[in-house]
């Protein structure tokens, strides 16, 4: 039972790592992103800040490498769906982005937040 629960982790871990190899070698945007995330994970920690303030630009930057993840997903979904131009297909791709615009316009509110407060 534990056994079986230890290899399913692995397993998990494993196609999660698969994951990040596939959008970092076929997603310019995830690179752009993963970039940004270690420059404000740098910063956060190399600046004289809170363990809260701390906190939030971490789990904040994180963030929006995971969103460009789930929107390179939801880019795999659409295409293997349709290749052809569709209104839905372009409503999906449009609010995946949207979400990686805001998960980022989030981060950049709190550095402000805490640099200028
Ligand atoms: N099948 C489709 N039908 C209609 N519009 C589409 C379709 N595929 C893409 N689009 C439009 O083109 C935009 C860009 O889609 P694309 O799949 O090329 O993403 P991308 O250039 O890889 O984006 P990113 O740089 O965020 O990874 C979409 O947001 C959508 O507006």
Redesign the pocket.
Known sequence: MIKSELKRWWQRWNWSWAGLRMAWKS???VRQWSVVCLLSCGLALWLDLTGAERALLLALSLLVVASELI??AI?RT??LI??????L??QA??AA?AF?VLTAMAGAVAWLAILLG
Not at 82 to 87: A, G, S
């Open positions: 997603e310019k945007s929107n390179t880019e659409v295409d349709t290749t052809e131009t569709h209104p297909a372009a791709k449009d982005s990686v």
